[in-house]
């Protein structure tokens, strides 16, 4: 197995296990990234992780400027991502290739934050990607926010400083934190009043950027993060249907999301992977509506890093716990979501899972998630122009936590 692939194999799905509120130690120097998602040879996936690849790369085409998906840098960095957890990451190549051209086009710090860790993934030019970064840092806002003021939008930073190894600003974590709804999940509020909506494409994307965070981060105050963990993990549990989906939107998007976001923090998500996978088309993609009948590039790319082997990453030592504060909380199937206690890690190795990482969606949500189109209210149609899903950390490494899809979403 190659390097690249051991790397997604071990961190495409990789999710670090959350554990009971503690304090984050002071200070700390910063340790090595997180191990990236590693991808498995392709022989050794689901055959549905690899119909799901094999549908994107039909979808591919051969442009002036390169081979890309649709000329859309955001999809195209999904499509990366995707791709290396399946075991096509040599067919992920030229789309790397492609996406380089781009960067010194792309002015927004979101998407550009997205193609990063897509370029993390796919083995990139460490110096397109550290010039990508600088763009998503300087982008930051005074009050730490990045793009547009979403859960969604704000967890591409945090994913993407993580998963290369820098540093990842507190009032950016901040930020992300302030979208954090009593009830446990992220979300916003309507246009014009004081009405909350849960969003639970931003509650996965917001999970996997703290799994990160508690992976690599140790300058960072995380008292709040570890307080609110349990309260996140009940929310996204009870939130879940009987049928194993998350509805929005499109519940294959989310749940592709949700579903990668809890492997990789060391959950279970065995029923919303069988759920996606009875959701599989028979050219490999996935929907975007509900039992839907055709496939959806987005949805594909979204749902289908679920589809894919994923790890547990592993809480950095200064983060962990100490045996007596509690052991890592997950998603019991067996007692239908009831936590379930298990002895803590503390060796800082990488648990394998199932999983995947999530894919682009074709839609903009009632709060514009990839940080340039979007409108508030209903949920309408719209341009994905962003992110994408969980990519491997440095040296090619694969996807180490969940993504999103089409937009910096």
């Given at each position: 197995?190659?390097?690249?692939?051991?790397?997604?194999?071990?961190?495409?799905?990789?999710?670090?296990?959350?554990?009971?509120?503690?304090?984050?130690?002071?200070?700390?120097?910063?340790?090595?990234?997180?191990?990236?998602?590693?991808?498995?040879?392709?022989?050794?996936?689901?055959?549905?992780?690899?119909?799901?690849?094999?549908?994107?790369?039909?979808?591919?085409t051969?442009?002036?400027?390169?081979?890309?998906?649709?000329?859309?840098?955001?999809?195209?960095?999904?499509?990366?991502?995707?791709?290396?957890?399946?075991?096509?990451?040599?067919?992920?190549?030229?789309?790397?290739?492609?996406?380089?051209?781009?960067?010194?086009?792309?002015?927004?710090?979101?998407?550009?934050?997205?193609?990063?860790?897509?370029?993390?993934?796919?083995?990139?030019?460490?110096e397109?990607?550290?010039?990508?970064?600088?763009?998503?840092?300087?982008?930051?806002?005074?009050?730490?926010?990045?793009?547009?003021?979403?859960?969604?939008?704000?967890?591409?930073?945090?994913?993407?400083?993580?998963?290369?190894?820098?540093?990842?600003?507190?009032?950016?974590?901040?930020?992300?934190?302030?979208h954090?709804?009593?009830?446990?999940?992220?979300?916003?509020?309507?246009?014009?009043?004081?009405?909350w909506?849960?969003?639970?494409d931003?509650?996965?994307?917001?999970?996997?950027?703290?799994?990160?965070?508690?992976?690599?981060?140790?300058?960072?105050?995380?008292?709040?993060?570890?307080?609110?963990?349990?309260?996140?993990?009940?929310?996204?549990?009870?939130?879940?249907?009987?049928?194993?989906?998350?509805?929005?939107?499109?519940p294959v998007?989310?749940?592709?999301?949700?579903?990668?976001?809890?492997?990789?923090?060391?959950?279970?998500?065995?029923?919303?992977?069988?759920?996606?996978?009875?959701?599989?088309?028979?050219?490999?993609?996935?929907?975007?509506?509900?039992?839907?009948?055709?496939s959806?590039?987005?949805?594909?790319?979204?749902?289908?890093?679920?589809?894919?082997?994923?790890?547990?990453?592993?809480?950095?030592?200064?983060?962990?716990?100490a045996?007596?504060?509690?052991?890592?909380?997950?998603?019991?199937?067996?007692?239908?979501?009831?936590?379930?206690?298990?002895?803590?890690?503390?060796?800082?190795?990488?648990?394998?899972?199932?999983?995947?990482t999530?894919?682009p969606?074709?839609?903009?949500?009632?709060?514009?998630?990839?940080?340039?189109?979007?409108?508030?209210?209903?949920?309408?149609?719209?341009?994905?122009?962003?992110?994408?899903?969980?990519?491997?950390?440095?040296?090619?490494?694969?996807?180490?936590?969940?993504?999103a899809?089409?937009?910096?979403?």
């Open positions: 197995m190659s390097l690249l692939r051991k790397m997604l194999a071990a961190g495409f799905a990789a999710g670090v296990a959350l554990t009971a509120p503690v304090a984050a130690p002071a200070s700390h120097a910063t340790p090595a990234p997180a191990g990236p998602v590693v991808v498995m040879p392709a022989e050794a996936l689901p055959n549905s992780a690899d119909a799901a690849a094999a549908y994107i790369i039909g979808q591919l051969d442009e002036t400027t390169g081979r890309s998906l649709g000329t859309n840098p955001g999809n195209t960095a999904d499509a990366v991502v995707l791709l290396s957890a399946a075991g096509r990451a040599d067919e992920a190549a030229d789309l790397v290739a492609w996406l380089e051209t781009r960067e010194s086009v792309t002015t927004e710090p979101v998407l550009a934050a997205k193609m990063a860790y897509a370029l993390h993934v796919g083995g990139g030019d460490a397109v990607i550290d010039a990508l970064l600088t763009k998503t840092i300087d982008g930051m806002k005074e009050d730490g926010s990045v793009g547009w003021a979403s859960a969604f939008t704000q967890s591409w930073p945090i994913i993407a400083l993580s998963a290369t190894g820098r540093e990842v600003p507190q009032p950016m974590l901040d930020s992300l934190m302030s954090l709804g009593d009830g446990g999940m992220f979300g916003y509020l309507s246009w014009g009043s004081d009405e909506n849960d969003d639970s931003g509650t996965a994307m917001a999970l996997w950027a703290l799994t990160e965070v508690r992976a690599s981060q140790c300058e960072l105050d995380l008292t709040r993060v570890d307080a609110e963990l349990p309260t996140i993990l009940t929310a996204i549990r009870s939130a879940r249907t009987d049928a194993g989906y998350w509805t929005s939107y499109s998007n989310s749940t592709g999301l949700m579903a990668f976001a809890q492997l990789r923090a060391g959950g279970d998500a065995a029923d919303a992977v069988v759920w996606l996978e009875a959701q599989q088309q028979a050219d490999g993609g996935l929907p975007s509506t509900l039992n839907g009948t055709s959806n590039v987005m949805a594909t790319l979204q749902g289908g890093l679920a589809l894919a082997p994923v790890e547990t990453a592993p809480v950095a030592p200064c983060n962990a716990p045996p007596s504060e509690g052991a890592p909380i997950g998603d019991d199937p067996v007692t239908d979501g009831d936590p379930e206690e298990v002895p803590a890690d503390t060796s800082g190795d990488i648990g394998t899972g199932t999983g995947g999530t894919a969606d074709t839609t903009t949500d009632a709060t514009p998630q990839d940080g340039t189109t979007g409108t508030t209210g209903a949920d309408t149609p719209g341009t994905d122009t962003g992110s994408g899903t969980g990519v491997p950390a440095a040296g090619g490494a694969k996807p180490s936590g969940l993504p899809t089409g937009s910096p979403r």
